[in-house]
């Protein structure tokens, strides 16, 4: 902050001693006494805060939207269509408030310059506004270096209609047309990085749809897997299940094939050992109720049959009754044993032992 003010009162000095090279004897006094002035009131106004700083700051981006290279009119048409007096009393105004430069239309040196269109010969009005163009010159300077452009080509025509031989205008001039090129390449390297950002912003979240579908694409493939296996682990199931089914069923086989065979064998000795006894021909029977229908075969609507072996006393009961063959295995077993022993023959000579078969079907 101290550099920058120290270089506005150098600037101050510089412009206040080139304006006075260009004036008459009787007004560089003047000159210099207002450019102290204006240099220590700049000093004082730069040790006061930052506020200043703050009101540059927040003006910049309306200052470079108003960025032009038209010519500034120096003294608007309402001013210039003042009278004398209007004018000079507006001048007068306008030096008590403080408004040397500004605003436009309505400061110090826009109501002198009318007046001195009016009046070229008044030496007080030169003499104003000689002592005005030091003021004019800090507040351009200010205005390019918070690049209010629009306000320094204004303050520039102020001085350029005050005095067009000042030697100030040049170097100020190229100040500003240097600074315009600068903001202006400022601006152009902030579209370029605001481009580049765009692209950058543009390109994460492209990676990011890329990396979201490869994600989704590799849970789909997880899921099918997982069913895949699941599907074939249940297929695995069944197929042992058939498996275990069918080791089941033939061995339930192979053990009635035995039984059978071992009774077969049984009664083949039991027949020799009894070559006079009565034969399976010699039996009349007198009751045979059918069996019971096992109520879970009736509802699954199974059908089947059972070759019971049993043995026939001599009063005609039925002694015994086993289970020689069942189709399907163990259904109707129970019920037609229990059936067969309730069967009455006729009395016989000896007790005789026969195979009959009892089917099994819903409804019949």
Excluded at 159 to 168: F, R
Excluded at 217 to 233: F, I
């Amino acid at each position: 902050m101290q550099t920058k003010t120290s270089l506005q009162e150098t600037n101050v000095m510089s412009a206040a001693q080139d304006t006075a090279q260009s004036l008459n004897p009787p007004f560089r006094n003047a000159l210099r006494t207002a450019a102290l002035s204006a240099a220590l009131v700049l000093a004082i106004a730069a040790c006061g805060g930052d506020k200043p700083a703050t009101d540059d700051a927040a003006a910049a981006p309306e200052a470079a939207a108003q960025t032009t290279q038209a010519p500034a009119q120096a003294v608007s048409a309402q001013v210039a269509a003042m009278s004398v007096d209007q004018l000079r009393e507006a001048a007068r105004a306008a030096q008590a408030e403080q408004r040397m430069y500004a605003p436009s239309g309505n400061n110090a040196m826009e109501y002198y310059l009318a007046l001195r269109d009016k009046q070229p010969n008044d030496a007080a009005v030169a003499s104003a506004l000689t002592d005005l163009m030091p003021y004019a010159l800090i507040a351009a300077e200010q205005s390019i270096a918070r690049d209010d452009f629009a306000e320094a080509q204004r303050l520039y025509a102020l001085m350029e209609k005050t005095d067009k031989a000042a030697p100030a205008l040049p170097r100020l001039k190229q100040s500003l047309t240097d600074a315009q090129a600068t903001f202006a390449q400022r601006q152009q390297q902030q579209e370029v990085d605001a481009e580049a950002e765009k692209a950058r912003l543009a390109k994460l979240e492209e990676d990011r749809k890329k990396a979201q579908e490869e994600t989704q694409r590799q849970a789909a493939e997880r899921l099918a897997q997982q069913q895949q296996q699941q599907q074939a682990a249940a297929a695995q199931a069944q197929r042992e299940a058939a498996d275990r089914e069918a080791a089941q069923r033939a061995a339930a086989q192979r053990e009635a094939a035995q039984r059978e065979a071992a009774e077969r064998e049984a009664a083949q000795r039991a027949a020799a050992a009894q070559p006079a006894a009565a034969s399976a021909n010699d039996l009349r029977a007198i009751s045979t109720p059918p069996p019971r229908y096992p109520p879970e075969a009736l509802r699954a609507g199974t059908s089947g049959e059972v070759l019971v072996e049993f043995t026939v006393a001599t009063d005609g009961s039925v002694s015994s009754a086993r289970v020689v063959r069942g189709n399907p295995p163990r259904v109707f077993d129970r019920e037609a044993v229990a059936a067969v022993k309730r069967w009455r023959y006729q009395p016989v000579a000896s007790p005789v032992t026969t195979r009959r078969t009892i089917g099994f079907k819903p409804g019949g």
